[in-house]
């Protein structure tokens, strides 16, 4: 009985941990940028979109078709870094169970 109650308490733990984790991840904010920071996109979360910065050299007639690229090129870097933090906060919430495979157990990072 003393194994199983130890056992629920570190399960208690971690399921703190992963809580605080998602909390924290929901406030946690990247940045990506392409065409050398002509363009720049900030998320937040899982992904909100907080703010676009556009270079003015950018806003002229004909370059609808490259504003257009480097906007979603900007967007993906942006969301490849974020999920890179996010992906390290779960990772360091989840602890020794981080990517074990345990049957009947969703993989944790």
Known sequence: MKDLNALMQQAQAMQQKLQDAQAKMAETAA???????LVTIALRGPGEVTSVRIDDSLLVPGEGEILADLIVAAH???????????????????????????PGMPKLF
């Open 31 to 37: 940045e990506g940028s392409s065409g050398g920071g």
């Open 76 to 102: 993906a870097d942006a969301k490849r870094r974020l999920d890179e933090i996010n992906g390290a906060l779960m990772r360091e919430a989840a602890g020794p169970m981080a990517g074990m495979n345990i």
